[in-house]
């Protein structure tokens, strides 16, 4: 891993310092790449336990996550709808939980 990270650096470094059409562009993007890659090998070594990086780990919430990400507008619900209700009040309502029932 270390041999990758250090290929990316010098990439970098070389595309900085030829002075070519699109390579401070090409550096800006190696740059990501190397920031991901040290953040993966982070996250690896020290998987984190709560927060929305957890949730990014696991398949089926990182769907989720990303879903309200790109669409922070949308007025989300659980998706649960019993005789009209939504959201909390349908769940206490499916569990018999609910003040209506």
Do not use: Q
Not at 5 to 26: H, K, M, N, P, Q
Request: aromatic fraction near 4%.
């Amino acid at each position: 891993m270390i041999d990758r990270l250090s290929t990316l650096l010098i990439a970098i470094r070389d595309e900085l310092d030829d002075g070519r059409v699109g390579g401070r562009l090409i550096a800006a993007e190696l740059a990501s790449v190397l920031f991901l890659m040290l953040l993966r090998l982070h996250l690896e070594k020290s998987p984190p336990t709560i927060g929305l990086v957890r949730l990014l780990g696991d398949e089926v919430t990182s769907r989720v996550v990303r879903a309200l990400i790109k669409d922070l507008a949308r007025n989300w619900s659980l998706g649960i709808k019993h005789k009209g209700l939504y959201s909390h009040e349908a769940m206490a309502f499916s569990w018999g939980t609910s003040r209506r029932c």
